[in-house]
C-alpha cells in the first residue's frame, strides 16, 4: 500500500502514514491527542482540525456546527488519508493535560484501623543480600542450589524458583560479587522466584510501580518496596482513547477491526510503558530495576491489557472471559520493567465492576467494619458498593460519560480550559466562573456541570424538570440550532470563539446520568431492606468526584440528603489500593476475598431501579421528602426564618 | 557492512553472507553440513573445500594434506568472505545423513518389572471435553470460573490455571461450541494450566515430542499422549557443529565471541523446531497440537538451549550455573510448539554428567533392582554409572570424541560411507570391511575402529603397546606424513580418492580413549571396594554402543572382562527416558531423586584414575590377569587346545 506525509500544524510535525489511515489515528501516531467520545464515529463533533492542503473526500464534517463548515474544517475521524496533507489541530480539539488525580487517601477509618500499614509491611518483591561459599572440587554443588540452600536457611524462603533471564546472568554475577550476591524475590502466590541478582551489595533498593489503568487516563506511581515510600508518581491520557472514548466504542472497534484487539493492547500497554519509562528515567532507573506491577482497571481494560476479547461484555447477559486474570510476566505482554517479574491485576467482580472499584474498596477497608457504608466511584461510569465486614452488594450505572463532558454540547474533561464552578447572579443572570489552568473558559467539566445545574436551578433558569424557561428578560436565554440553551459565556469571552452553551438537551442527559446514580443507590438499599439513614459512611472515589461539591450534588438528587460530615473524599482510591498490593502479600488474598464476597446486582432485570430511575430525572427527585434538607430549604424561602437567610 | 554471494557447487546453492564471515558458516547458512572436529580452529583438517573463484588470503590452508592444499583446497574454517565467491565441496568433507539411533529399547529388566508402562500412564498433558452450562443473567459466572468449576469437579483437578493465550480464545471458542470443549491441560508440577481449548469434542489427541539434544546429533519423537504411541520419529545434525564439534570448543566459541551464546542457542533451537516442523507437516498437525516437549542432553546442551553461560563448566571447578532447570514455555525459546506448552528439560548431576545420563538410568529402571549394574554411555564423551537400587555413582571420562572420528586421521562419524567392520588376513594382511550405505569407503567409525584394533593386533600388525611393526612384507605398511601407518583401503578402492590408513598417532589416541573409559570403570568400583565380578549386568547405551561388538571391545581392554550375556544394548536411552517422562508424572520426580542420588566422581582428584589410565594404555592392557579369557586364548594360540582353535 501507498504511504503519505500528514503535516500537523501549528507544531509542524510530519508523520508517514500508509493510505486509508484516518486523521485521527495520524495524529495519534504523531502523538498529538485529539479530542473524541464518539470513537470515530463520526458523531460527537469534537474531532475537528482545518484542512490547509490535500484533498477530501464529502461528507466528512459530520455533525459539525454549520460555521466550523464553512471555514474548512473536518471531522478527523472520518478523513481517510489519499494523498500528502496539511492539516492544522486548533486548541479546542485538543487534549490539553488533564488534571489527572494521581493519588489516593487514606481514609479516617482506615488511619485509626491499621491494616495493612507500614509497620506491618510484606511486599511482593524483597531483595536479599547474602554470602554463598566458593566451590571448590570437592564441593561442587551448582550455583543456584549453592544460592538457593542460603537463601532457604537464611531468608526462609521454600520452593524457590529462579526465571531463565536472571539463571542466564547467575554464573557470572555470584563470581563477578566474589560469591557475595543481591537476590531480588518476587512472590505473589505460594512460589517465590529469583527473578535478578546482583554482584555485591545491591545499592539500589526493590522498586514496583502501581498503575491505575482508566478508561480516559492512565495513573502510575513509583514505590520504594523495602519502606513503602512512593518516589514518583505520573498520569497521562489513555492511548486507546484513539479507538473510542468508552469502554463500549472500543468494545465495538475490537469486534470490527481484525487487529482490533491487538491495537487496544498496544495502545494500554504503550501508555504504561510511556510512564514507567518516564518514571525510570526521572529517578536514575534502569527498567530491570523495577520488579514487580499491580494494575487496577475496570474489567474491560484488564481484558484489553491481556489482549482478551471483552466481545460478550456488552452482549446480554454480559459475561467477561475472567474476573480474575493469570499473573503474567512482564516479558508477556511487553512491559519495559524486569522481564520476569510479576504483572498482576485486581480482579473483577462482574463485566462492568472491575479490579478498579475492587481495589477501591480494599483501600478504603470499611470491609473490617460494621459500619453500613456506601462507597461510590463516579469516573466514565458510576460504580456503588454498599456493606460493611458482613456483606457487600454492588451495582454499575451508566452515568459517567455525562459528568467528563460526553453528549454535552460544551462538555469538556477536568483540563486547563474547563469551567470548573459557576455562580448566576438571581436578578441578572450574569455568570461567574472559574476555569481549570485561569485560561480563557473552552467548555464545562462534571464539577462544573453540577454547579451549573444547582445554579439555574436556584436561579430560575430551569424548571424541576431541567427545561428552560424561555420567557427570561435575557439574552443568555435563546433558541439555537439544538434548541432552547441557556449561555454561560460568551463568544468574546471564551478561549475557543463560540460561544459556551448549555441545552435543553444537554441538561437532560446530565438528569439521566445523576437520575442513574440515584437509582442505583435507592435500589441496593431496597434489595437489602435498609433506608438511606441507615448509612454511617458515603465515601467518593474517583477524579471527578474530587472537584464535586456535596451541597449542590445533593440539591441536583445525585448524592443522597445525608448529613455532609458522612462524606469523605477518598481521592484515587483505585491507584491506592494497587500500591497496598504492591506493599502487602496478604492485601492481594484480601483483595480477591473482597471481590468474591461482592454480590453483583444487575440493575436490568427483577428490581425497582426503572422506576426510581424516573422519578429521579427531577430536580433533585420526584419526591421531595427524599431530600429533606431541600424542602426545609424551600419552605424557608417561601416562608421565611430567623435561622436562615437563604443562600 | 558489505555482503556477497558465496556459490557453492555441485547443488549451485547461492547464499548471501556479510564481509568477514567464514566459509563454514555460510554453507551452514545454505544448509549443506561440513564436518569439522575442532570447531573452526584449522586444527582437525576436516572441512576443506575447493575455492573455484574469488580471493582467499595465505596460510588458509592449515593442516591439509600437501596433495589437497596443491589442487586448490582450503580450510573453510580459515577462510573469510571478502568479494563473491564460488567454491566446491567434495563429498570427503560432508557430513552426509547421519545413522542417527533413533530410539531406546526396553531392558530384559524393565520388560519384566512394570514400573512406567503403558497401563499406568499418565501423561503430562491431558484433553478433556466437557460440557457447560450456558449463562443467563441470573448467572453471570464468567467464562473462566464457568469452565474450572466442571474441570474441577468432573475431572479431579485442583489450583487450575490458564495461559494468557487460552485465555484469549475462550470467549470464542465456548460460545462456537455451544458451551461443549474440548480443554488441554498440562501439568509438570503441583499446579495443573489449561493451555488450549477447541469448540465441540476435539478430533486430535493430546500430543508430546521426546527430545534427545545430542553434541552431535538430535533426536525428536512425536507420542501420542492418551496411549503412549510413537507416531514418527526423526533426527538430524545438531546445527551448532558449525560453531565446534565437542562442548569445549563450543563453550570456547560462546566465550570469544559477544553473541556466541545467543547464536548456539539459536542453532540448537533451530534444530529442535526443523525437527518439529517435519514430524508436524508429515503427521498433518498444526504446531499448537503439540502440547508438551521433554528435552534430555548433557548439561552444556542445557545451558546453551536455555541460554545459560557454560563458560564455567570448562575451568577448574567446573561448576554448572544448574543442574535442574526451570519448566519454561515453550515461546520463552521459541520452541515452534503451543506457545503455552511446557519445556522441561531433565536434570543433570554435574558438568559432565547430564540429562541424558539421568534419562538413561531412568529408562533401565536398574535402580529398582538390587543387583549391582554398570551403565556405560560412549557417545561424544563417555559417561558411567554403578550402582543398584541402594546406591549409585557416576563419573565421566573424556573418550568419546576418538571413536566418533574426531583425531584419527581418517576418522569419521557413523554415516555412509563410513568402514563399519574389518577383517585381516593373519598371512597376506588383506583387508575386508564392510561399509555403511555399501558405497565406497570414505573413512572409519567408530564400530570399525574397534574392529581395526582388535584385527591390527591379532593379525600382528601392531604391538600390546599400539605400535605399528615396521618391518612388514606388506605395502599396506609404510612410512607416511605422520609417521608409520597402515593402509586399510588403498585410493583406487576409496570413495575419496586417498587411501585409508590408521596411523601411529591415530592408535594412540584411540588406546587413549579405551583406557580412559576402562580406568573409569575400575575406578569407581575401587572406590566402592567392589571387584568387576560383583557387576551383575552392563548396559551399554547411545548411537556408537548400538554398532560396538562386545568380544571386539573386550578384546582391546574397552569393556571389562565379563561374559558376553551380562552385556545388553539398550539403544538410545536418553530419548527413551525422555519419553518415559512425558507419558508419567512420577517418572519426572523419580528422574529428579535418581540425579540427586547419584554421587559424582571427579576423576582428575583424590583416586587412583591416573594410575589405572596409564596401566590401561595397553591391549588389553599392563595387567593381563584383568582378562582372564583373553589370556587364556593366547595360551591355547602359544600351547594349543582340543577345546578351540583361536579366532
Redesign the interface.
Given at each position: 500500500m501507498e504511504s503519505y506525509t500528514v503535516t500537523i500544524l501549528p507544531e509542524n510535525r510530519k508523520v508517514r502514514v500508509v493510505e486509508g489511515t484516518n486523521l485521527m489515528l495520524a495524529a495519534f501516531k504523531a502523538e498529538l491527542n485529539i479530542d473524541s467520545s464518539c470513537g470515530g464515529q463520526g458523531t460527537c463533533g469534537k474531532c475537528a482540525v482545518k484542512v490547509i492542503s490535500g484533498s477530501v473526500e464529502d461528507d466528512v464534517d459530520g455533525s459539525l456546527p454549520q460555521e466550523l463548515k464553512d471555514e474548512g474544517y473536518v471531522l478527523a475521524c472520518l478523513v481517510k488519508v489519499t494523498g500528502n496533507m496539511i492539516i492544522e489541530i486548533p486548541q479546542f480539539s485538543r487534549l490539553t493535560k488533564h488534571k489527572v488525580l494521581l493519588t489516593g487517601k487514606h481514609t479516617k477509618y482506615s488511619k485509626e484501623n491499621d491494616y495493612f500499614t507500614w509497620n506491618k509491611m510484606d511486599p511482593l518483591t524483597k531483595k536479599a543480600f547474602i554470602k554463598l561459599k566458593a566451590?571448590?572440587?570437592?564441593?561442587?554443588?551448582?550455583?543456584?542450589?549453592r544460592l538457593k540452600s542460603v537463601l532457604m536457611k537464611e531468608k526462609n524462603y521454600k520452593n524457590l524458583?529462579?526465571?531463565?533471564e536472571c539463571?542466564?546472568k547467575?554464573?557470572?554475577v555470584v563470581?563477578n560479587g566474589t560469591w557475595e550476591v543481591t537476590a531480588t524475590i518476587t512472590q505473589t502466590g505460594k512460589t517465590a522466584e529469583i527473578i535478578d541478582v546482583e554482584p555485591g551489595r545491591s545499592k539500589i533498593p526493590a522498586y514496583g510501580i502501581a498503575v491505575d489503568i482508566g478508561t480516559t487516563t492512565v495513573v502510575a506511581l513509583l514505590i520504594e518496596l523495602e519502606h513503602g515510600k512512593v518516589i514518583d508518581k505520573e498520569g497521562t491520557y489513555n492511548k486507546q482513547s484513539a479507538y473510542g472514548s468508552d469502554i463500549i466504542s472500543r468494545i465495538v472497534y475490537t469486534d470490527e477491526n481484525e487487529n482490533g484487539l491487538s491495537l487496544l493492547q498496544n495502545a494500554v500497554i504503550g501508555t504504561i510503558n510511556e510512564l514507567v519509562d518516564k518514571l525510570a528515567i526521572r529517578n536514575n532507573l534502569k527498567s530491570i530495576d523495577i520488579s514487580t506491577m499491580v494494575c487496577a482497571g475496570n474489567t474491560v481494560m484488564t481484558h484489553f491489557l491481556?489482549?482478551?476479547?471483552a466481545?460478550?461484555l456488552r452482549l446480554?447477559?454480559?459475561?467477561?472471559?475472567?474476573?480474575?486474570?493469570?499473573t503474567?510476566k512482564a516479558k508477556?505482554?511487553n512491559i519495559n520493567i524486569n522481564p520476569a517479574a510479576n504483572v498482576v491485576t485486581l480482579p473483577s467482580v462482574?463485566?462492568y465492576v472491575g479490579g478498579d472499584i475492587s481495589a477501591g474498596v480494599l483501600a478504603t477497608m470499611f470491609t473490617h467494619s460494621d459500619k453500613l457504608t456506601l462507597f461510590i466511584d463516579i469516573g466514565t461510569n458510576g460504580e456503588l458498593v454498599l456493606g460493611n465486614s458482613n456483606w457487600l452488594v454492588t451495582c454499575s450505572c451508566s452515568a459517567g460519560p455525562a459528568f467528563e463532558g460526553s453528549g454535552i454540547t460544551c462538555g469538556m474533561r477536568a483540563m486547563d480550559g474547563a469551567i470548573k464552578w459557576i455562580e448566576i447572579d438571581r436578578d441578572s443572570f450574569e455568570v461567574k466562573f472559574e476555569v481549570i489552568g485561569n485560561v480563557n473558559p473552552m467548555g464545562i467539566c462534571g464539577s462544573g456541570l453540577i454547579y451549573s445545574l444547582s445554579e439555574m436551578m436556584r436561579a430560575g433558569v430551569i424548571d424541576r424538570a431541567g427545561k428552560i424557561f424561555d420567557n427570561k428578560t435575557t439574552n443568555r436565554v435563546r433558541i439555537g440550532s439544538e434548541g432552547t440553551e441557556f449561555v454561560l459565556v460568551f463568544a468574546d469571552e471564551s478561549g475557543t470563539g463560540y460561544d459556551i452553551v448549555l441545552t435543553d438537551g444537554d441538561i437532560k442527559n446530565l438528569l439521566r446520568a445523576k437520575a442513574s446514580i440515584f437509582a442505583g443507590i435507592r435500589t441496593m438499599l431496597q434489595q437489602m431492606n435498609l433506608d438511606v439513614n441507615d448509612v454511617s459512611r458515603v465515601y467518593i472515589a474517583g477524579g471527578f468526584g474530587n472537584y464535586m461539591n456535596i451541597v449542590d450534588s445533593i440539591s441536583i438528587g445525585l448524592l443522597p440528603d445525608l448529613p455532609v460530615e458522612k462524606f469523605e473524599y477518598v481521592g484515587n482510591s483505585c491507584i491506592q489500593g494497587a500500591m497496598i498490593g504492591l506493599l502487602h502479600k496478604e492485601a492481594l488474598k484480601e483483595v480477591q476475598k473482597i471481590a468474591d464476597k461482592m454480590t453483583?446486582i444487575?440493575l436490568?432485570?427483577?428490581n425497582t431501579f426503572m422506576e426510581e430511575f424516573i422519578s429521579a430525572l427531577f430536580i433533585p427527585h420526584t419526591d421531595i421528602e427524599l431530600f429533606p434538607s431541600i424542602a426545609r430549604k424551600e419552605k424557608e424561602l417561601v416562608y421565611g426564618s430567623t435561622n436562615s437567610s437563604g443562600r
Open positions: 566451590p571448590e572440587l570437592y564441593d561442587g554443588l551448582n550455583d543456584l542450589d524458583k529462579i526465571s531463565l539463571l542466564g547467575l554464573p557470572n563470581r491481556m489482549k482478551v476479547p466481545t460478550y446480554e447477559p454480559y459475561i467477561p472471559a475472567a474476573t480474575k486474570f493469570p503474567v508477556e505482554i462482574a463485566s453483583y444487575e436490568s432485570i427483577g
